[in-house]
């Protein structure tokens, strides 16, 4: 295969993953809800969706319960911060730490194993394609849709939204149940398709990149998708590196996301205006209504 | 929903003391269930689990080892969060103070004598806070999020580890594993009783301090109110840029303590994995004791439990002991749920009014 | 009261009661409301006019009581069956959203098909045939107060109502623009639209409504035709006693100036800002001087300035006593005697989880010797200060120091005001001091402000109340868009010349530099 073929291809297959997370939040987040589980939500995804293929054998389900387990910790992210109303940034980061722990204890058993991997049709992952007709359909739903506009208004503010009639709780929750679908989606693509295996901690941080694309992204659909890309590039230097044989330290390469996504996050947030303009104005905070 | 939260008038001091019990108690009691799923009787298990640990001298000695670190970056991260500064790169900054500590005696193995240990713990200190500095500088100047950067700052500062043991700083006696020499004499931190080394001493310094500081001095009402009303800490004429950049460097520096002793004790030397993700059961630590250091104090020990008795049920139960992990996620869910008692209470919604016949008017 | 009984109404509330808590917001209130009526819900704050009305609006259900509509018996479980009925309401605080634009903050109100651009026609056909100008893709977070608050009329005239509920309404509008309110209001009482409209202005509500049901304390005083009664009489049925006027003040002395700015300039900050443009302004101790503004206007910013929270260009714009602080922050600025009160007194002027003790720390640590010693904090003298304001100033609590949020509003904003007063600051600044204070609190806090202004202190005050600043200012300077008008005494102003001032300002000042060039 062409070599400039495959690096497209892995650009690709690396940006995917991000795609389908971020896209996720960035309609949590549009509701006003901070979910920085993702990560949590993402590995859980990840083993059930391995777990489910191996005990099975069937990839296809592999993808159901990935998303089902992306949802059921939603679900419990959601009882706490929307029914409980805790605090929404260390509840998020307990989703992250009980993901972690509960998928390692979970997998330990398919560790080693081979995957059942996701077939492909036309030569094609249909996870691919579906990650843009996902983001399409988000960027309809949201900019062209009633729904949508609920959703926008839930996260400008809920107060008013609550003063209008509308069911700021159960908007929340719905959202968050998706991106959780999302999450857990994105964990199967890369136990199912990236890497057909299991490895504790395979995310490796793709969560908390995903959350810093949200950012980058200024809440905007397409421009997750530019954002998700450019880290695909990112990710792919050290591979390139280690197929041209630069004298340069794997750790290095490997650390460059991190080191990206860092970078990132300070040129969008020095530009305040972008940030403040765009980001939903009820972001993060309670919401407990009147009766 | 006919069962609504409703905003107390006042925060209930007693729910802020019972919410963690009460977590604990959950926690125990889904602990006893995942016991019986798993096939092992529940009492057993939770006696292997939390009462086990607690019954020997060695065992009370490791609860200690343990609880050093745990407390030592909980302190920091609690006076953090009371700020609302969410510093999640404790792991980072422990990792970033053994680097620079552990550079001593990697680089100057034949230096032995006391000031070998302070210029160790000094710059353990230091590295942790210079690694904790980037995110508060970023967050202070560009605005950035400081969760995820100083997250992002953990999985470099792995990596940057991991480079430095398998190439530079490798022992080259040491047959290719990727480690450092072992360090030695004034490179390793005193003994105090059994295997509790000073770091114990160093972690109730910090607890205690910062508890003073926290509760009676100005710092400590600067930094509750910025966390609390950050406009009404304009108005009183504290500085919040000011504020961030102190939580960092304050936890941070003492993340880079934990690190520091950790290896000067426990590891004895550099390696890839030095810690067992201490900087993240920190978090969990500062929730459990409230965010107020003395409560960190006695979370920490709590929280030791948890590791010791995973590393018992490997042993007497056959079961793994990432369920200590799992017990740690679940406790903290517990109490971030049972807190929630604390500001709020549930009500009972009354029914609607009844279309019955109206009353005259007066 | 009159007999309602028989007659045809379109909305009976029917002994409303309504708990929070320990609270009766409502206790046995009854309403009727005519076809075609202006009627006025009268009562100061906290009496339980907006928690009656979120009642008959859907948005609160009532622990007890009935609803008829047209003679029904009906129950009101949301806003959105409120509006089926024929209800609709423009709130005191607009349920806008900043980030949407007017079509779609319209939208998010109306049932039915989605559709933006038909929606935007029907938008700018009704706002221009009512005298209401609107421009459908504008962002509301652009606009300005008066315009935000004409879509949300707007936005119920768009679903036919029967009766429209305003709830205080001119607190955000200049004179003029009210005028323009009741034009539309009576248009729309003429058409068959009932009005219900809640507001504490008696002016208004004498020129305005047929008739009146006035609130004191959750439960209804009266019923009477407002057309009947003089102001007087009506705030006594308000306040249910006479209301304490600010005893007559003594000729302030000219003193030498203890607070100047000069020609302070500030920038925007951020895209919803107003920017400050050379405001000048000379306040003499013995005095009290009113700022005037219509919310909006550059009120917050040039408190801001003042305070010390937004540091200044140029260290002479701002003196204290003759000595220039614009380049020091507040804790300076206090050092040297001044002392504010901000609008928002929970989140800014006090924390609201922290008690009464604590609060007093948070403004007077760095002036008051006793309170930190090495850096420790003094709880006993905070304690001994707190207890002593609540005493002079008649703060109702509790517990002994309860926290800042457990007090009502308006005793909390007597607590931030007397923290401050107990200081004997040279020069007080307070921004929007009886803001959402019932009348007991706050003429407890006006007749303070005078006092301490007639010890010698120099008092700045910002308020949106004209009422309130013809009360006790002596003089009187107008904001608008981020500009002073001059100071003049009050007596040679009248509401009218503040109204064109707030309007006009600019225009007033491009003569004045036409005339020196």
């Not at chain 1, 208004?153 to 069911?167: I, K, P, Q, T």
């Not at chain 1, 290095?252 to 104005?281: C, D, E, H, K």
């Not at chain 2, 109110?225 to 304050?250: I, K």
């Not at chain 3, 409209?197 to 004191?216: D, F, G, N, P």
Request: glycine content about 10%; charged content about 15%.
């Amino acid at each position: 295969m062409d070599a400039s073929l495959a690096v497209l291809l892995t650009i690709v297959t690396a940006a995917t993953p991000l795609l389908l997370a971020a896209i996720g939040e960035l309609v949590v987040e549009r509701s006003g809800v901070l979910n920085l589980g993702v990560e949590g939500m993402m590995v859980m995804g990840a083993v059930a969706g391995f777990g489910a293929a191996f005990l099975t054998g069937n990839p296809y389900v592999g993808v159901i319960a990935a998303i089902i387990a992306g949802m059921a910790m939603a679900l419990l992210f959601g009882l706490l911060t929307l029914t409980l109303v805790s605090n929404q940034v260390a509840t998020g980061l307990s989703l992250t730490l009980l993901g972690l722990g509960l998928s390692g204890l979970l997998g330990e058993s398919f560790v080693g194993e081979p995957g059942a991997r996701l077939p492909k049709y036309f030569g094609v992952d249909m996870l691919i394609p579906f990650s843009f007709i996902l983001t399409a359909a988000v960027a309809y739903v949201l900019f062209r849709t009633k729904a949508g506009l609920i959703i926008r208004a839930v996260g400008d503010s809920h107060n008013s939204a609550h003063a209008l009639g509308y069911r700021v709780i159960w908007v929340r929750y719905l959202c968050v149940l998706f991106g959780g679908g999302c999450a857990g989606l994105a964990g199967g693509y890369l136990s199912l398709v990236y890497t057909p295996q299991w490895v504790e901690n395979m995310t490796a941080g793709r969560g908390w990149i995903a959350l810093a694309l949200v950012v980058f992204a200024s809440w905007m659909p397409w421009r997750l998708v530019a954002g998700a890309y450019l880290f695909g590039a990112i990710s792919i230097l050290s591979f390139v590196g280690q197929t041209r044989a630069w004298d340069i330290p794997t750790q290095f390469m490997n650390s460059l996301p991190y080191l990206g996504t860092i970078l990132a996050l300070v040129v969008i947030s020095a530009n305040r205006r972008l940030t403040r303009m765009n980001a939903p104005a009820s972001l993060g905070q309670a919401f407990v209504p009147d009766r | 929903m006919p069962l609504v939260l409703e905003k107390r008038a006042e925060r209930s001091t007693r729910m802020a003391l019972l919410s963690p019990v009460l977590a604990i108690l959950l926690t125990v009691i889904t602990g006893a269930i995942i016991f019986a799923l798993r096939g092992i009787d529940p009492l057993h298990g939770l006696y292997v689990y939390f009462i086990e640990p607690l019954t020997q001298l060695w065992s009370l000695q490791q609860l200690i080892v343990k609880a050093t670190p745990l407390v030592l970056i909980g302190v920091g991260l609690a006076v953090c969060y009371t700020a609302n500064v969410w510093n999640i790169g404790a792991e980072g900054q422990l990792t970033a103070g053994a680097i620079l500590g552990g550079m001593i005696p990697v680089l100057f193995p034949e230096w032995q004598s006391p000031l070998t240990l302070l210029a160790m713990l000094i710059l353990g200190i230091a590295g942790g806070m210079a690694y904790a500095a980037i995110p508060a500088v970023l967050k202070t100047r560009f605005s950035a999020n400081e969760i995820l950067t100083s997250l992002m700052l953990v999985y470099v500062a792995r990596l940057l580890l991991d480079w430095l043991v398998r190439g530079p700083w490798r022992d080259p006696q040491g047959f290719n594993f990727p480690k450092t020499i072992t360090f030695s004499d004034w490179q390793l931190l005193p003994m105090l009783w059994g295997s509790v080394h000073a770091g114990a001493l160093f972690a109730v310094l910090a607890a205690v301090i910062l508890a003073f500081v926290m509760g009676r001095m100005l710092k400590g009402f600067e930094i509750r109110v910025s966390g609390s009303a950050p406009r009404a800490g304009r108005f009183a004429g504290f500085s919040r840029p000011r504020t961030v950049l102190f939580c960092f460097l304050l936890s941070g520096g003492l993340a880079g303590l934990a690190g520091i002793t950790e290896v000067a004790s426990v590891v004895g030397q550099l390696q890839p994995q030095i810690s067992p993700d201490y900087g993240f059961a920190a978090i969990i630590v500062a929730f459990l004791g409230r965010l107020n250091p003395l409560g960190v104090l006695v979370a920490g020990l709590m929280l030791a439990v948890s590791y010791l008795g995973g590393e018992a049920a490997q042993v007497s139960l056959g079961l793994s002991d990432r369920i200590a992990k799992v017990f740690q996620g679940i406790l903290l869910f517990f109490i971030l749920g049972c807190d929630t008692l604390i500001l709020y209470r549930f009500r009972w919604l009354k029914t609607q009014v009844s279309a019955t016949a109206a009353q005259p008017a007066e | 009261m009159t007999d309602e009984i028989g007659k045809d109404h379109l909305l009976e509330a029917l002994h409303i009661v309504k708990i929070f808590g320990n609270l009766r917001a409502n206790d046995d209130v009854s309403l009727y409301v005519r076809p075609g009526e202006i009627h006025a819900l009268l009562g100061e704050n906290g009496a339980g006019k907006s928690t009656l009305v979120k009642i008959i609006y859907g948005a609160l259900q009532p622990t007890s009581g009935e609803l008829r509509w047209q003679g029904a018996p009906v129950t009101i479980p949301s806003p959105a069956a409120a509006r089926k009925l024929g209800i609709g309401m423009v709130f005191q605080h607009f349920s806008l959203f900043e980030a949407l634009t007017v079509a779609e903050n319209i939208a998010l109100a109306l049932p039915g098909v989605f559709d933006i651009a038909t929606l935007s026609k029907r938008i700018s056909s009704i706002s221009k045939d009512y005298g209401l100008p609107l421009e459908p893709s504008a962002t509301v977070g652009d606009l300005s107060v008066g315009e935000r608050q004409r879509i949300e009329i707007i936005r119920c005239l768009l679903q036919e109502p029967k009766l429209l509920i305003m709830d205080e309404p001119t607190a955000v509008l200049t004179p003029q623009e009210a005028d323009q309110l009741f034009l539309v209001l009576e248009r729309l009482a003429k058409e068959g639209c009932s009005i219900l409209y809640i507001s504490h202005r008696l002016e208004e509500v004498k020129r305005l409504c047929q008739s009146a049901t006035i609130l004191r304390m959750g439960k209804v005083v009266a019923c009477v035709d407002p057309r009947k009664e003089t102001a007087a009489s009506l705030a006594r049925l308000m306040v249910g006693g006479d209301i304490h006027i600010v005893r007559p003040k003594a000729k302030p002395k000219s003193g030498k100036p203890r607070l100047t700015l000069d020609r302070l300039s500030l920038a925007q900050d951020g895209h919803f800002g107003v920017a400050l443009r050379d405001v000048s302004l000379n306040v003499a101790g013995g005095e009290v001087v009113a700022i005037a503004g219509v919310a909006g206007n550059g009120q917050s910013e040039l408190f801001d300035a003042v305070s010390g929270e937004k540091l200044l260009k140029r260290n002479e714009a701002l003196l204290i006593d003759g000595k220039p602080c614009g380049r020091r922050g507040i804790t300076a600025r206090r050092k040297m005697g001044a002392a504010f009160v901000p609008e928002e007194r929970l989140g800014h002027g006090a924390v609201p989880g922290f008690r009464l003790s604590e609060n007093v720390i948070l403004t007077r640590y760095a002036s008051d010797k006793d309170l930190t010693r090495s850096g420790t904090i003094g709880r006993d003298a905070a304690l001994a200060v707190s207890e002593r304001v609540i005493k002079s100033f008649d703060v109702r609590k509790g517990k002994p120091d309860p926290e800042a949020r457990a007090l009502s509003g308006g005793n909390l904003q007597k607590f931030v005001v007397g923290r401050e007063l107990d200081r004997n600051p040279a020069v007080l600044i307070v921004n929007q001091p009886t803001w959402g204070v019932d009348a007991g609190a706050a003429a407890t806090i006006r007749q303070a402000l005078v006092d301490l202004a007639r010890a010698g202190s120099a008092i700045l005050v910002i308020s949106q109340d004209l009422d309130e600043i013809f009360e006790i200012a002596d003089r009187i300077a107008v904001i608008s868009r981020g500009q002073l008008s001059q100071a003049r005494p009050a007596s040679e102003l009248t509401r009218e010349k503040i109204g064109l001032l707030m309007a006009g300002e600019h225009e007033v000042r491009e003569e004045r530099h036409a005339a020196r060039a």
